[in-house]
C-alpha cells in the first residue's frame, strides 16, 4: 500500500513571497489532516478535512494560510505572503473516517523563510 | 498551561535500562491517547494506543490514569533503536493535540 505522498520536500523562499506544497493521502482514507512542526515542538494541527469538507481549522492563521480538498483526495496547502515564522516542517497525514483511527504520515515538506 | 505537556528531556540512558514517560493532559473530557514515535527528520508514527486498562506490546506499556490526567510510556530493556522522540497524542472529538515530545537517546 503506497503512503502518504507530498511534495516538494524542500522548499526555500524569500519572505513576502507564496509558496504551495501538495498532499496525497492513502487512498480510501476520507480524512486529512495538515501539520505545521517548529523544530524542538510538537505537530500543530492547521487543518482537517473530511473528505472535502473542513471539519476543523481553528488554528489555521487564515490571512496567509489557505488550504483546499477537492474532490476528497489530493490537497493543497499554500501561505501567501510567507513570514519568517513560517520556517517549519509541513506534514500532511491521513486516516480512515469514524476515528480516532491511526494517522499515517507522510515526509513532510521542509520549508525555510529567508 | 499547555494542553498537552511532556518533559523535553533528553533522557539519557544505557543499554538495557528501563525508562518512564509521562505526559499530562488538561481536557478532563479528552476520548483517547496514543504515543506516536518521530526520528530525526521523520515523520510520526504510531508506537501504540493507550488503553483505560493499560496495554503492554512486548518491551512497551501503556497507562492512562483519568483522574490525574496523565498516560506513561514504560519501555523496558532499552535498545540503541528505541532512540527518538516520543510524542504523547490526545484525542478530543477527532481533535488530536500532539505534546513537544520527549527525546529518548540510547547509549551502548
Redesign the interface.
Known sequence: EAGVAQSPRYKIIEKRQSVAFWCNPISGHATLYWYQQILGQGPKLLIQFQNNGVVDDSQLPKDRFSAERLKGVDSTLKIQPAKLEDSAVYLCASSRSGGPYEQYFGPGTRLTVT | RKE?EQD?GPFNVPEGATVAFNCTYSNSAS??F?WYRQDCR?????LMSVYSSGNEDGRFTAQLNRASQYISLLIRDSKLSDSATY?CVV?NN????????TRLTVKP
Open positions: 498537552v523535553p476520548q483517547s496514543f521523520k515523520e510520526p508514527k504510531l510524542l484525542n477527532n481533535d488530536m493535540r500532539f505534546g513537544a515530545g
